[in-house]
């Protein structure tokens, strides 16, 4: 079946520090990949996805590039800062799941930010 | 539009008891999802709407859990004979039909403990 395995948390950062957080994948075919962070008390929200190999999705300064022959998706941001503490969730879409959205999630990473 | 909403936000019940949850999608969206997300773990999706019709259901939903949503609209999720095993964040998601690159929106969840 489909899984998805990111890394440990939580990770701790001073501000502005280089974040990388690592992400990989099992499954059939081509599924497309995403990244959802969870803010303290808060939902789900969508960070960036992408669709096909050698995609690369972005948004708020994090980027992750879909590599189909290592099955990564790693997260980046150049520059962290305080507000960008939450939970991160690599998590895929089966492209055998008739179109809907029935996502596979990893466990999740605790980033932390300190001034 | 204030996007999807749950009620309640938080639950706490005794064990045995029945409880129901209540999602709101953004309006226009078509499909309707629900998945449970147990204390550091990612979500495990548990069921899914098209309209009214629920298309999947996965094997996480024993027979002491039903969801419905009848008209196309809002949907519930009751579990009956609650045990503590259930206790997690129950979340819902909405999305529009076109195909696999529509984005699943969540709502803020609702948090379960059965005492």
């Known amino acids: 079946g489909n899984s998805v395995t990111q890394m440990e948390g939580p990770v701790t950062l001073s501000e502005e520090a280089f974040l990388t957080i690592n992400c990989t994948y099992t499954a059939t075919g081509y599924p497309s990949l995403f990244w959802y962070v969870q803010y303290p008390g808060e939902g789900l929200q969508l960070l960036l996805k992408a669709t096909k190999a050698d995609d690369k999705g972005s948004n708020k300064g994090f980027e992750a590039t879909y590599r189909k022959e290592t099955t990564s998706f790693h997260l980046e941001k150049g520059s962290v800062q305080v507000s960008d503490s939450a939970v991160y969730f690599c998590a895929l879409r089966d492209p055998g799941s008739g179109g809907y959205q029935k996502v596979t999630f990893g466990t999740g990473t605790k980033l932390q930010v300190i001034p | 539009d204030t996007g999807v909403s749950q009620d309640p936000r938080h639950k706490i019940t005794k064990r045995g008891q029945n409880v129901t949850f209540r999602c709101d999608p953004i309006?226009?969206?078509?499909?309707l999802y629900w998945y449970r997300q147990t204390l550091g773990q990612g979500p495990e999706f548990l069921t899914y709407?098209?309209?009214?019709?629920?298309?999947?259901k996965s094997r996480l939903l024993s027979d002491r859990f039903s969801a419905e949503r009848p008209k196309g609209s809002f949907s519930t999720l009751e579990i009956q004979r609650t045990e503590q095993g259930d206790s997690a964040m129950y979340l819902c998601?909405?999305?529009?039909?076109?195909?696999?690159?529509?984005?699943?929106?969540f709502g803020q969840g609702t948090r379960l403990t059965v005492v």
């Open positions: 998601a909405s999305s529009l039909s076109g195909g696999g690159n529509t984005e699943a929106f």
């Open positions: 309006s226009e969206h078509n499909r």
């Open positions: 709407f098209q309209n009214e019709a629920q298309l999947e």
